[in-house]
């Protein structure tokens, strides 16, 4: 089972970098910090803020684990004035993840959906339900099919024969 929370994070001059870390706790009051359970980060959009400088380039660039090593890249540039969004679509599955703003002041917003995934991601109900299917799969194949292939050919070679045997019949009839 997962639950989705709403995310979102500032860059601006005053705090150019931040991390996300779900299972680091920042604050020993922070209650939001700490979860157990598998974290995922889906990051779906920046946007500029209205106080932004018209003509200034802000790049927004993310660390974050890659396959073999961590990987680096912009992920954003957003100019003051003219372009104010960016839609993404990046999926972090394991933190930690760096967000810094390498140029500009922004302020850059990144929203998205942060899910937390406890284990397998099955209750009692889940495994029940899965069960009950694997049960009726079981069923299904025991029973031979009706509607095979082969059936179906057999089926369609009888009518074309039959076809045929009528156009005999009525050539012969015509014959008369």
């Known amino acids: 089972m997962t639950e989705d929370y709403f995310w979102g994070l500032t860059l601006d001059k005053n705090k ?3 991390l996300w870390d779900p299972d680091v706790k920042n604050d020993a009051n922070d209650s939001t ?3 157990r359970g598998e974290h995922t980060l889906l990051v779906k959009q920046a946007v500029l803020g209205p106080e932004a400088k018209d003509g200034e380039i802000n790049v927004v660039e993310v660390e974050a ?3 073999k090593s961590d990987v680096k890249y912009p992920i954003t540039v957003l100019k003051g004035g003219s372009q104010h969004q960016s839609l993404l679509d990046l999926l972090f599955p394991d933190p930690p993840v760096t967000f810094k703003l390498i140029k500009g002041s922004g302020p850059i917003h990144l929203l ?3 899910s937390v995934g406890s284990g397998d991601g099955l209750g009692e109900d889940d495994e029940d339900e899965i069960e009950d299917e694997f049960d009726e799969e079981e069923d299904i ?3 031979p099919e009706k509607n095979s292939v082969g059936d179906k050919k057999r089926k369609l070679a009888q009518s074309n024969s039959n076809a045929k045997q009528s156009k005999r019949s009525k050539g012969n009839e015509e014959d008369d």
């Open 16 to 18: 150019t970098s931040d």
């Open 141 to 143: 194949e025991e029973t």
């Open 33 to 35: 910090q700490g979860y």
């Open 65 to 67: 684990m890659g396959y």
């Open 112 to 114: 998205g959906n942060h």
